[in-house]
């Protein structure tokens, strides 16, 4: 392990890298479940279903590993969200323009997955991606980390935790349960969901004070442990007070993988055919909005991940960033010919870097327990997401330190930060938000009489963005 990932050099121990990669990985697990829901419309169980499950998986531990030994980084992969949901718009319109069935625009969006992956696999190669990342000003680059940093805590608090009720209503515990007006008030609207609620809530809190509590005492594996122990109340509740057995899906589940159905569904089942349908305007539109996405998701992701560990160089830039992306633009091609949607660098990964991670150990642990998931799908689906949502808010918390290195009396610097602090978060996009930072900065730096200390790169940038969010195919 000394050979390959250098851990002295990086000031890191084998258990260290090991802990790191097991906490980034239950950060990021719920995607393995997640993904397949939401790309086969919940069609859970169906060949299209185990196909999406095996590809997350699979393609997943494939960019994990090639960052472990390319890149030797501690960032982890998996497939998009945000991408995920735009892909199934897109197959949904491929059915309906062609009148081909679901699975056959499935396999014709794949192809759109496919050329990005060989486009930023080529773009990688020659480095124009890295320069991407270079031209990036200096501010937006401090900010991009706090920005994922409230993407996170909103995660936390939000999308990764709600709460059905019987009526199949979804309550999220910061806009429902905080945001109502009296306990009794939400109480009421949720029925018999409440007692769930309200153990969603107890799980997340007793995971974060666990964290916090073990992290200022400097305890190694503060948030694996932080995850284990909310886990553990959460289980523990569900059996006492909710009456539910939490392991109850354990006993009838097949912990033998598919490969059959993904073989036979969507393993190199690429239908160009059907995309040219779409015509080509339609395709290269679709090529470029998705290459957009992922290019400044991908970005966002590694620079923050990284500042948030201290992986960056005095000059604000990452060692082995062309390898880094190199890895995530195989892991996008992997993806398509296995069956889902756009791979790229998770922020979970600032999880974690958090906990001590530092090498591709870290990208490594990670990766074979992506493999494992495609035998071990039942253990992973019985982690509650309320206790993993303590560390993705733990972690956006750390992530705020980054603002203390920005400078705000220089607003073209600050304002341009505050507005993808806002962004990022509310739209859910790190892309998006990093294009609307770079379209401010732009515009100030214009009408302040400094357009010259814009870089050309970063004014095809701009442009490129406000053609995406204003004008429609």
């Known amino acids: 392990m000394e050979k390959i990932f250098r851990l002295k050099e990086n000031g890191t121990t084998a258990a260290t890298e090991v802990i790191a990669g097991i906490t980034t990985f239950m950060a990021m697990a719920y995607i393995i479940a997640v993904n397949p829901n ?32 390319l890149a030797n980084k501690p960032f982890c992969m998996a497939p998009s969200m945000g991408l995920n949901a735009f892909f199934v718009v897109v197959v949904t319109n491929i059915a309906a323009v062609t009148g081909l069935t679901y699975l056959e625009s499935f396999r014709s969006a794949l192809c759109i997955i496919f050329i990005e992956g060989i486009l930023f696999l080529i773009l990688s190669l020659i480095n124009l991606r890295e320069k991407i990342v270079d031209a990036i000003p200096l501010g937006i680059r401090i900010g991009i980390s706090p920005a994922i940093g409230l993407m996170l805590m909103n995660i936390g608090f939000g999308s990764n935790v709600g709460v059905y009720d019987e009526s199949g209503n979804v309550y999220y515990v910061m806009a429902d349960f905080f945001g109502s007006i009296s306990p009794s008030f939400i109480k009421d609207r949720m029925g018999d969901s409440y007692p769930l609620m309200v153990l969603t809530v107890v799980t997340i809190f007793t995971g974060l004070f666990t964290i916090i509590i073990l992290s200022h005492r400097n305890i190694k594996g503060a948030i694996l442990i932080g995850i284990l122990t909310a886990s553990a109340v959460h289980w523990i509740c569900s ?14 589940a097949s912990f033998v993988p598919a490969f059959s159905d993904m073989v036979d569904t969507t393993l190199f089942k690429l239908n160009f055919s059907g995309l040219v349908r779409m015509g080509w305007f339609v395709m290269i539109t679709l090529i470029i909005t998705f290459c957009i996405i992922d290019l400044f998701d991908t970005i966002g992701s590694l620079v923050g991940a990284a500042q948030s560990g201290g992986i960056m160089d005095d000059k604000g830039n990452m060692p082995n960033m062309k390898e880094a992306l190199v890895s995530d633009a195989v892991a996008t091609i992997a993806g398509s010919l296995t069956g889902t949607s ?29 493999l494992l998931s495609a035998f071990l799908a039942p253990v992973v689906a019985i982690i509650p997401a309320a206790a993993t949502s303590s560390a993705l808010i733990y972690v956006g918390f750390l992530m705020l330190k980054m603002l203390k290195k920005l400078d705000f009396d220089d607003s073209s610097q600050a304002f341009p930060v505050f507005i993808m602090l806002l962004a990022m978060p509310i739209s859910g996009s790190i892309g998006h938000g990093i294009g609307l930072a770079l379209i401010t900065y732009t515009f100030i730096k214009v009408f302040t009489g400094k357009a010259k200390d814009v870089s050309a790169l970063t004014y095809v940038l701009s442009a490129i963005f406000l053609l995406k969010f204003f004008v429609s195919a």
Not at 347 to 358: D, F, L, M, Q
């Open 38 to 69: 939401l790309l086969t419309n919940f069609d859970v169980g169906s060949p299209l279903w185990n196909s999406v499950f095996l590809a997350t998986c699979i393609s997943s531990a494939i960019g994990t590993l090639c960052m472990a030994f």
């Open 239 to 252: 059996f006492l007070f909710l009456k539910t057995n939490p392991f109850e899906a354990l006993s009838g």
């Open 342 to 370: 756009t791979v790229t660098t998770f922020a979970e990964s600032s999880s974690g870097v958090e906990a001590g991670g530092r090498t591709g150990l870290t990208a490594l642990t990670a990766g074979i327990l992506f």
